[in-house]
């Protein structure tokens, strides 16, 4: 087995090497322009603080991967999702309302706002768009009989990383090539022909791990084992909880019927296995907020188990 000669980008290190350092951030800006498809036009950025929290003790906080402000002010978080999470769209929408408050002026203010855009990098594919071949997905509030845009100073832009497949010879755009990077990198073993642009030369510099310091490797390695061991036991979770799901409900379906009786075993098992796995999680002292992000168990829940 060949050796990944590439960074993982789906690593929390990996992710923040490539796109979250200062020296890099031209990467980004390229990435979110492609990304934005010519609606917007970022010339430049600068790097906000990640963590934000309520306005009073009770509130809860949020943890952004990345966070970041054009020069037009306005702002973008950007997440990276490796495993299945229960309500992501729903914690999507509960991080968008941070950089909306944020806004707000003392004193008179005319509710005027600058864009929020969310950008979700996701390694799974949302249950309800299984059926749908599309990857990329622009979400905007609109009005319901005319189908306009209600506003356009709030954007959700998901990318669901498992339903892009094209291969090299299949890139067409600049945006085909972002996804491939993205999605491929790690299993790469040579700079591919159809990638000459000057920002993935620098991408691929970056990314080389025999090129980084000592340092950054042992960091990149922790974060790879971290990645692959919390993927292990999400998936591990998973399986479990269909078995037990499968148990219970062939139960619940003598007497319910047993269809909805699988359904609702299957659900139940999976809870009751990421409840455990958050349990075993904690005490090894991974951080809440960590635990969370993995098994969609709210922080709340997870101190109090």
Known sequence: MLKERYINPFTDFGFK?????????DILIDFLNNL???KEQIKDLRF??????GNSQVDRRAIFDLYCENEKGEQFIIELQKSKQQFFKERSLYYSTFPIQEQAEKGEWNFKLKAVYLVAIVDFVFEEDKDSKECYHEIKLLNTQTYKVFTDKLSFIY???PKF???ENELESQFDKWLYVLKFLPDLQDRPKILREKIFKKLFDIAELANMPRSDYQKYENSLKYYRDLKNVVDTAREEGRE???EEGIIKGREEGIIKGREEGREEGTKQSLKE?????KKVGLAAKDISKVTGIPIESIEEL
């Open 159 to 161: 990318l669901e990383m």
């Open 48 to 53: 906000k603080n990640t963590e934000k929290l």
């Open 277 to 281: 796995v958050a349990r075993n999680l």
């Open 165 to 167: 497949n094209k291969q």
């Open 36 to 38: 934005l498809k010519g």
């Open 244 to 246: 037990e799901g499968r």
């Open 17 to 25: 090497k490539i796109f979250g350092e200062e020296s890099n951030k």
